[in-house]
């Protein structure tokens, strides 16, 4: 008998995995840049290295978890040795020692980051990949996801919000070993609590040159990944650029961008719930479309305001559209994997879900032009020399590039389009055999 898993045990997942990236990816740019005196040229060429890394390392992983066959499932071995690494790769990233400098600062950031980040794709292309095998139903991936997507935010009111503070009380290399003790801890709780089907360790497995073939056959998969592509790309370079923001356009103290973040954190959480019922009613393309769509719009006052008050209001809009698109992303992928699993019989969802995690980390390229233009264009290369007009050049990271991404992954999402039989039947979502 497979014994059932308990959605909230698989969801509290989501904020162990959350922890640790959040804080790596936010506060990165902050870190390295304002405070160690790295250049955003040679930031910017990590973020332009590891993409392609990450493209080599994202199948790699999935196939392999795919292939796994052991007693305690496809999925938890690889969690198990994922977690503490990630937590050790935190904690070296922002402990570097005290004598590095040029060029030996960027050979070690280079080195951290990559292992940090190769080491989150396999923890998360795992995780992700227990979802759609855990829960088949649609109004339960709904409601997990709902559940998993506000560990998530809580994850990040702590990792992002939160951090201000309490890496101004105990800087960021103690706070780096809280956090990693933190998220692997609660990874590994979660993972101890799933329980995966012994049915499909005796399956076929996928053969590499044919999961190839179909990935880059399946049109949806690709209209998805380019739409969760330039969405990720635009949150990654809010979280990155709301620290500057504080910084040099509301010229406030830096503890203020827990403010900002929070506000964003917590509507979006309130917001959850109100798009969780919009994709049972309406199901999740049309309301995915419209989530695009508010969260593109949501950016627009941002470039206006003047003020920490008004930056609270802009931002509260920003977190209803995001809480939208966190709610529906990961429902369109399990979509994709349900069609392709009963088309070929064949289980590969570590496969599709590392190939939909290396289409959002495409945000890698977006992200590097992006501060590469605010280094070519605005003269902005460290906190030591940030040119003439730093504040025109932050809301070009935090508004002017995040919009123009937006609006290109909503045109992307009005091409995806499932079967309209399965989709909605009486206004609800059917769920797939």
Request: glycine share 6%; aromatic share 14%; charged share 10%.
């Amino acid at each position: 008998m497979n014994r059932q898993t308990k959605p909230v045990r698989y969801a509290v997942g989501m904020f162990g995995t959350s922890i640790p990236i959040n804080i790596f990816k936010t506060y990165a740019a902050i870190y390295y840049v304002d405070q160690l005196g790295l250049s955003t040229a040679l930031f910017s060429l990590t973020l332009f290295i590891y993409t392609f890394i990450d493209a080599l390392d994202n199948p790699i992983y999935g196939y392999l978890s795919d292939r796994t066959r052991t007693r305690w499932g496809r999925r938890r071995p690889w969690l198990v040795i994922g977690a503490p690494l990630l937590g050790l790769g935190l904690l070296a990233f922002y402990n570097p020692p005290s004598f590095l400098a040029g060029n030996a600062l960027f050979v070690y950031f280079l080195i951290s980051y990559i292992f940090t980040g190769t080491i989150d794709s396999l923890v998360n292309a795992n995780y992700g990949a227990l979802f759609p095998e855990l829960f088949q139903d649609d109004a339960v991936r709904a409601s997990t996801n709902a559940m998993r997507q506000a560990f998530q935010l809580v994850a990040m009111i702590i990792s992002i919000a939160l951090t201000p503070m309490v890496a101004g009380a105990l800087g960021y290399p103690l706070t780096a070993l809280l956090y990693g003790i933190l998220g692997a801890g609660v990874i590994l709780y979660s993972t101890f609590g799933c329980y995966e089907n012994p049915e499909y360790q005796k399956q076929a497995k996928p053969q590499l040159w044919d999961s190839i073939k179909t990935l880059a056959a399946n049109q949806k998969f690709w209209i998805a990944g380019f739409a969760n592509a330039f969405y990720s790309a635009t949150m990654s370079l809010v979280l990155a650029s709301i620290p500057f923001y504080v910084k040099y356009v509301l010229q406030v103290a830096d503890a203020q961008a827990t403010l900002l973040f929070a506000t964003v954190l917590l509507i979006a959480i309130a917001a959850i719930g109100v798009w969780a019922r919009l994709v049972k009613r309406y199901a999740v393309v049309p309301v995915w479309r419209a989530a695009l769509v508010v969260l593109a719009v949501s950016f627009i006052p941002l470039y206006f305001v003047n003020s920490l008050v008004t930056a609270m209001l802009a931002s509260a809009l920003v977190g209803i559209g995001f809480a939208g698109v966190i709610c529906t992303m990961d429902l369109i992928g399990a979509r994709i994997i349900d069609e392709d699993s009963a088309k070929s019989g064949v289980r590969r969802e570590a496969i599709y879900s590392n190939a939909i995690g290396f289409m959002n980390r495409l945000n890698g390229l977006f992200t590097s032009l992006a501060f590469y233009l605010v280094y070519a264009w605005y003269g902005f290369e460290s906190g030591d020399a940030p040119g003439p007009n730093p504040a025109q050049a932050v809301r070009f990271l935090l508004v002017i590039f995040p919009f123009v991404l937006m609006v290109i992954s909503a045109l992307f999402a009005r091409f995806l389009k499932f079967d309209e039989k399965q989709e909605v039947s009486h206004g609800r979502p059917v769920p797939h055999h």
